[in-house]
């Protein structure tokens, strides 16, 4: 007999989705894992005889890569449903910067940070890029439970809890990069919070600076008309003309929202090779508009998906969000082979992996990546019969995530956390309420 290799686990599904190559499904196929890392893919009699590990049987199971969330500000979990069915505007001025402004301390970034790592994880993202105050927070929690990040250093121009001027904002967060640069599982970028919060000089100074550290830029951009409206009315002319003049518009830019395009905007965006970052939910509940995902796709943009934060979405739900994103760019275009089910999972993960500079270390499930990966159970009601599990993944609601690997680690085992306590979060979340509730 021939020795087999000793490998750390062998994962058999019944359908395996690569993303790439493009549309292919596996079937009675292994995912073969070796200290982290996607160390082979076959065919499950041919793993069985070649490798020796602990075998993980999925019957009925779906695996993809691991889904990245684009756009997050993970500790708002702790505002999910304070201040709903408002403007964008009023929603920001009178009620989440005033509740910000009273409750942030390191316990609410901390608690809100692992109450949004726990839905996420439930629901199958294995990455996110967040934006927030306190981003080494954020960064400690994302750590502790296993979960892959990339935190922005958050720049704004007033003084908040964190910092007290730009300079002070892009001081800690280059404190916060060199602590970082040996950490494999959570990385930096810059992160200027919007044109309208973020003055000439500072971005200017972040421009050079994300070109001297090789670091991406996460900015919100063209969010709603009205934004639009008042920068051109202070300053003359419309963001993404000013951010194009000071040298933020390039490929280190991932703009997120962008629902207020013209087509000389999405020529320039291709032109430049900015990432945009689609956030369907957020933009419909606050009524900002639609990004025009499908002449983006057709001009060769690169076009990820966020959920944003949970105060205006309310849910982290990925895979929702890529169901939300092929469903909008149908009616828009009217077209339905507009964002065929295959580029909505796209979108949720090589996508992700790409707008974050991290496409060759994750995104799909390829030997040599690591092993960030989601099963799905695909026996229950709602999604049987499947005549093609990528269609019914997106398009059918009610995900049965039952397992996911960060690294090969295996971060939800049946369903249950294995890095986080889901009842003393639940407890820690009724603490906030009630702390929350008494400025009502
Ligand atoms: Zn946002």
Same mark, same amino acid.
């Given at each position: 007999? $021939?020795?087999?290799?000793?490998?750390?686990?062998?994962?058999?599904?019944?359908?395996? #989705?690569?993303? $790439?190559?493009?549309?292919?499904?596996?079937?009675?196929?292994?995912?073969?894992?070796?200290?982290?890392?996607?160390?082979?893919?076959?065919?499950?009699?041919?793993?069985?005889?070649?490798?020796?590990?602990?075998?993980?049987?999925?019957?009925?199971?779906?695996?993809?890569?691991?889904?990245?969330?684009?756009?997050?500000?993970?500790?708002?979990?702790?505002?999910?449903?304070?201040?709903?069915?408002?403007?964008?505007?009023?929603?920001?001025?009178?009620?989440?910067?005033?509740?910000?402004?009273?409750?942030?301390?390191?316990? +609410?970034?901390?608690?809100?940070?692992?109450?949004?790592?726990?839905?996420?994880?439930?629901?199958?993202?294995?990455?996110?890029?967040?934006?927030?105050?306190?981003?080494?927070?954020?960064?400690?929690?994302?750590?502790?439970?296993?979960?892959?990040?990339?935190?922005?250093?958050?720049?704004?121009?007033?003084?908040?809890?964190?910092?007290?001027?730009?300079?002070?904002?892009?001081?800690?967060?280059?404190?916060?990069?060199?602590?970082?640069?040996?950490?494999?599982?959570?990385?930096?970028?810059?992160?200027?919070?919007?044109?309208?919060?973020?003055?000439?000089?500072?971005?200017?100074?972040?421009?050079?600076?994300?070109?001297?550290?090789?670091?991406?830029?996460?900015?919100?951009?063209?969010?709603?008309?009205?934004?639009?409206?008042? +920068?051109?009315?202070?300053?003359?002319?419309?963001?993404?003309?000013?951010?194009?003049?000071?040298?933020? +518009?390039?490929?280190?830019?991932?703009?997120?929202?962008?629902?207020?395009?013209?087509?000389?905007?999405?020529?320039?965006?291709?032109?430049?090779?900015?990432?945009?970052?689609?956030?369907?939910?957020?933009?419909?509940?606050?009524?900002?508009?639609?990004?025009?995902?499908?002449?983006?796709?057709?001009?060769?943009?690169?076009?990820?998906?966020?959920?944003?934060?949970?105060?205006?979405?309310?849910?982290?739900?990925?895979?929702?969000?890529?169901?939300?994103?092929?469903?909008?760019?149908?009616?828009?275009?009217?077209?339905?082979?507009?964002?065929?089910?295959?580029?909505?999972?796209?979108?949720?993960? $090589?996508?992700?992996?790409?707008?974050?500079?991290?496409?060759?270390?994750?995104?799909?499930?390829?030997?040599?990546?690591?092993?960030? #990966?989601?099963?799905?159970?695909?026996?229950?009601?709602?999604?049987?019969?499947?005549?093609?599990?990528?269609?019914?993944?997106?398009?059918?609601?009610?995900?049965?995530?039952?397992?996911?690997?960060?690294?090969?680690?295996?971060?939800?085992?049946?369903?249950?956390?294995?890095?986080?306590?889901?009842?003393?979060?639940?407890?820690?979340?009724?603490?906030?309420?009630?702390?929350?509730?008494?400025?009502?």
């Amino acid at each position: 007999m $021939i020795n087999s290799q000793s490998v750390d686990e062998i994962i058999i599904a019944e359908w395996i #989705v690569p993303v $790439i190559p493009r549309n292919v499904v596996l079937e009675d196929h292994a995912l073969v894992v070796k200290n982290g890392v996607i160390h082979d893919l076959l065919q499950k009699e041919e793993a069985l005889q070649k490798y020796s590990g602990q075998i993980t049987d999925l019957k009925n199971h779906l695996l993809i890569p691991g889904l990245i969330n684009t756009h997050t500000h993970a500790p708002m979990s702790l505002l999910k449903g304070y201040a709903d069915d408002l403007p964008l505007m009023e929603w920001l001025n009178n009620h989440i910067w005033p509740a910000e402004g009273k409750h942030i301390c390191d316990e +609410f970034i901390s608690d809100g940070a692992d109450i949004a790592f726990a839905e996420m994880i439930k629901s199958g993202t294995t990455c996110i890029n967040d934006m927030y105050f306190f981003p080494e927070l954020v960064a400690k929690r994302a750590i502790n439970c296993g979960m892959r990040a990339t935190v922005g250093l958050i720049v704004i121009d007033f003084p908040s809890a964190y910092a007290n001027d730009a300079d002070n904002y892009i001081a800690k967060g280059l404190d916060l990069h060199k602590e970082l640069q040996d950490c494999a599982l959570v990385k930096t970028a810059f992160a200027p919070h919007a044109p309208y919060t973020v003055s000439a000089k500072p971005l200017e100074k972040i421009v050079l600076l994300a070109d001297d550290l090789d670091l991406k830029i996460h900015m919100h951009l063209h969010e709603t008309s009205d934004e639009v409206k008042q +920068f051109v009315k202070q300053h003359g002319q419309r963001p993404i003309s000013k951010m194009k003049e000071l040298g933020v +518009f390039s490929s280190r830019l991932n703009a997120v929202h962008m629902t207020q395009l013209n087509n000389e905007e999405i020529d320039l965006v291709a032109d430049h090779k900015v990432n945009v970052i689609h956030c369907p939910e957020s933009n419909l509940k606050l009524a900002s508009g639609f990004a025009p995902a499908a002449e983006l796709i057709s001009a060769g943009v690169n076009l990820s998906l966020g959920t944003d934060g949970s105060a205006s979405n309310n849910d982290l739900d990925l895979l929702g969000e890529a169901k939300t994103a092929a469903l909008i760019a149908k009616g828009r275009s009217l077209n339905a082979e507009t964002v065929p089910a295959a580029t909505a999972l796209e979108m949720a993960t $090589i996508n992700g992996a790409r707008t974050l500079g991290i496409d060759k270390i994750t995104g799909s499930l390829e030997i040599g990546k690591q092993a960030d #990966v989601v099963a799905i159970n695909m026996s229950s009601i709602n999604k049987k019969p499947v005549y093609n599990p990528v269609s019914q993944l997106i398009y059918c609601s009610n995900h049965d995530i039952t397992t996911v690997w960060i690294n090969g680690r295996k971060l939800l085992d049946n369903r249950q956390l294995t890095t986080l306590d889901e009842t003393e979060l639940s407890d820690k979340a009724m603490y906030w309420q009630k702390r929350i509730s008494s400025d009502f």
